[in-house]
T-cell receptor, first 112, second 114 residues
Framework: NAGVTQTPKFQVLKTGQSMTLQCAQD?????MSWYRQDPGMGLRLIHY???????DQGEVPNGYNVSRSTTEDFPLRLLSAAPSQTSVYFC???????????FGPGTRLTVT | DQQVKQNSPSLSVQEGRISILNCDYT??????FLWYKKYPAEGPTFLIS?????DKNEDGRFTVFLNKSAKHLSLHIVPSQPGDSAVYFC?????????????FGKGTHLIIQP
């Protein structure tokens, strides 16, 4: 089992460009989420999904879109990248009966 | 407004001794607490958790203590080993909130000295 995988590992964007960060899990978990981590900060919740077709906003959703068409995948879209979105992005998943979230390895995004 | 605070950015401990990492929270609605360990260029990995109905939870070398009245929890690692060198994040959630999103502290960088 690969667990939670994220692609790409690194990405550099110019301001205004768009891109999609990919997240996939093979744990068959309904719940998936996206966090960002900025230097010297803890992780902050961007969006989450409790199952296919259901998404909701977290603490810092502005500038990001998500969709959930399958249980396995939960992509995060930046429609018009801004330097403030320079961060490390982590995808996570969990079972319905526990609170422990399992994190992917992260995508380091730089917006210039 | 930081709801989960880890006031020590770094902590240096000798190998074999006890490491104590502290965490304070301000939101009295939080009822579940977790500790994560993070190595550079990797995602956080779950270490240990505690529900607010308990005041202690133990798993091998790791013990978490919760003092609800003081809104304080701590992670004890005994004995500390070189592989424990990492950033440790305290996280909390309100189980009745629906989002199940974790609120993280800023982390403490634990350095185990040989």
């Amino acid at each position: 089992n690969a667990g939670v995988t994220q692609t790409p590992k690194f990405q550099v964007l110019k301001t205004g460009q768009s891109m999609t960060l990919q997240c996939a899990q093979d744990m068959n978990h309904e719940y998936m989420s996206w966090y960002r981590q900025d230097p010297g900060m803890g992780l902050r919740l961007i969006h989450y999904s409790v199952g296919a077709g259901i998404t909701d906003q977290g603490e810092v959703p502005n500038g990001y879109n998500v969709s959930r068409s399958t249980t396995e995948d939960f992509p995060l879209r930046l429609l018009s990248a801004a330097p403030s979105q320079t961060s490390v992005y982590f995808c996570a998943t969990k079972t319905p009966t526990s609170y422990e979230q399992y994190f992917g390895p992260g995508t380091r995004l730089t917006v210039t | 407004d930081q709801q989960v605070k880890q006031n020590s950015p770094s902590l240096s401990v000798q190998e074999g001794r006890i490491s104590i990492l502290n965490c304070d929270y301000t939101n009295s609605m939080f009822d579940y607490f977790l500790w994560y360990k993070k190595y550079p260029a990797e995602g956080p990995t779950f270490l240990i958790s505690i529900s607010s109905i308990k005041d202690k939870n133990e798993d091998g070398r790791f013990t978490v203590f919760l003092n609800k009245s003081a809104k304080h929890l701590s992670l004890h690692i005994v004995p500390s080993q070189p592989g424990d060198s990492a950033v440790y994040f305290c996280a909390a959630l309100y189980s009745g909130g629906g989002a199940d999103g974790l609120t993280f502290g800023k982390g403490t960088h634990l350095i185990i000295q040989p």
